[in-house]
């Protein structure tokens, strides 16, 4: 079932020439990823890109409990986390230069 969802916003990136969407609402999030999340406070994130693995970004203290629900999902997400002291828009930002600099076109879903 997530990997329907997964793939039918992957189709929409590739129709529109998007490059990546960018999900932060905890619900969708769950919609796509099967991974549940109520960050309150802290950022989680969800990366979809047209032809690649999307990646799920959340919180260091629930970093395990991602990879245990996209594992169990049989599906390729990269999981990227950050700790409480870290910047996460930082990371965030480190992480994605070093994987793909040439992100222009984004979608942007949030609650």
Do not use: C
Not at 12 to 36: C, K, T
Not at 38 to 61: G, K, N, Q, T
């Amino acid at each position: 079932m997530f990997m329907s969802k997964l793939k039918k916003t992957q189709e929409f990136l590739q129709e529109q020439y998007l490059d990546v969407a960018l999900i932060m609402d905890p619900a969708a999030i769950r919609l796509i990823s099967g991974y549940s999340t109520e960050p309150h406070e802290r950022i989680a994130a969800l990366f979809v890109f047209p032809s690649s693995d999307p990646i799920l970004f959340v919180p260091s203290l629930e970093e395990k409990m991602a990879r245990e629900v996209v594992e169990t999902e049989n599906s390729h997400y990269t999981v990227i986390s950050y700790a409480d002291q870290e910047d996460p828009w930082q990371v965030l930002s480190d992480y994605l230069k070093a994987i793909n600099n040439s992100l222009k076109r984004w979608e942007i879903e949030k609650n």
